[in-house]
């Protein structure tokens, strides 16, 4: 499998964290310390189907590809304004594709679930062309009333166009059950024979116990995946890892001993846009010319279930 386009849209609306200390308990000093975040983007008029259509014609574009020759799409969401018909569904509509369509919930670690599922699906001769996109509004998920959660997230969409080739190396996607860690649970209508009417709990995180879970699934994911494809930790390029916290990317980076450099991010623009932070990253560094043909690229996201998710390629588009 390799990639051969890439494409992000992010809303307009920027929020700083002096804006959230107008109505929170909170400071622009305890947000930028504690997270790295100094500002994200939420959204205000758009709604994430536009931003996802968008991020997907990006792609598709770059890819040179119409959306009529896509087999499959895969979308990495969490919530959105519908639970059915799937996001994947509405995206298509809007990018002229006539394939299947699937939505995929493995929170933060989406994207690289979605990879490997895309990769699962080539192999079997089930699909060449698959649009593997993330489009997530954690907004949406957390109560504004509470500091721990709301100060964390924005929101985005990002896609790749995948096709047929030998760039991937290896993935390795995990999940453990830890449910009570972090969580957000929708209301369902009543019922009159249920005896639980479920009204909704905005999420829920511990943030330690996360972060944590967060920094030993990353660093066992991406040791397991050097050693499966004999690369040492020197030897690659760019981890491109999922936008939680800066303080998860330096304790991992210092783990692994190698320099700042080779660790990009963009959490301190946009927070944490769940399973879309890697792609939309992915996506800057491609626009923005930093990706070099030949490099060795790590991707390695984690979040609630608890999920996490690695994989390594060799980048060749340019
Ligand atoms: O993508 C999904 C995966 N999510 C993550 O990976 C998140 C992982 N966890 C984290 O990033 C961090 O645990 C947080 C950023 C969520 C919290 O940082 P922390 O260093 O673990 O802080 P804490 O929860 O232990 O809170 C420390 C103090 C507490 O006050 P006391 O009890 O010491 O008086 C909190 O009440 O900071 C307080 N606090 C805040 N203060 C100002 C918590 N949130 C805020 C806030 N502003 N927004």
């Not at 006539?98 to 599922?117: E, I, K, Q």
């Not at 024979?193 to 116990?209: A, I, L, S």
């Not at 927070?271 to 932070?277: E, F």
Request: charged letters at 20%; hydrophobic letters at 40%.
């Amino acid at each position: 499998m390799k990639i051969i386009g890439t494409g992000s849209a992010i809303p307009s609306l920027s929020v700083t964290n002096d804006m959230l200390s107008v109505f929170l308990d909170t400071s622009d000093q305890w947000i930028r310390t504690r997270t790295g975040i100094v500002e994200r983007r939420i959204i205000s008029d758009e709604n994430l189907k536009d931003l996802a259509v968008e991020a997907a014609k990006k792609a598709l574009e770059e890819a040179n590809m119409d959306g009529s020759q896509l087999d499959y799409i895969i979308c990495s969401n969490v919530v959105n304004y519908y639970v059915t018909p799937s996001l994947s569904c509405l995206i298509s509509g809007e990018i002229n594709a006539a394939c299947p369509c699937v939505d995929l919930n493995a929170a933060c670690s989406g994207f690289v679930y979605g990879l490997d599922m895309a990769q699962a699906y080539q192999l079997a001769g089930k699909a060449k062309n698959i649009l593997v996109i993330c489009a997530e509004e954690p907004t949406r998920m957390c109560s504004w009333k509470d500091r721990n959660t709301a100060v964390l997230f924005g929101d985005g969409a990002a896609a790749v166009v995948v096709t047929e080739g030998d760039d991937f190396k290896a993935s390795y996607i995990t999940a453990k059950y830890r449910p009570e860690i972090l969580y957000y649970q929708r209301a369902l209508e009543d019922c009159p024979f249920v005896t639980y009417q479920q009204r909704g709990v905005p999420m829920y995180m511990n943030g330690k116990e996360v972060f944590k879970m967060a920094v030993n699934a990353s660093i066992e994911g991406i040791e397991r995946i050097l050693k499966e494809t004999g690369h040492t930790a020197d030897q690659v390029d760019h981890y491109i890892l999922h936008q939680a916290n800066m303080r998860i990317i330096e304790t991992i980076r210092n783990q692994l001993h190698q320099p700042v450099e080779k660790f990009p991010h963009n959490i301190e623009r946009l927070g944490n846009t769940s399973s879309a932070t890697i792609p939309i990253l992915l996506d800057e560094l491609n626009k923005g010319g930093k990706l070099k043909q030949g490099d060795t690229i790590l991707l390695s996201g984690f979040g609630a279930g608890f999920t996490a998710g690695t994989c390594l390629f060799t980048w060749t588009m340019n």
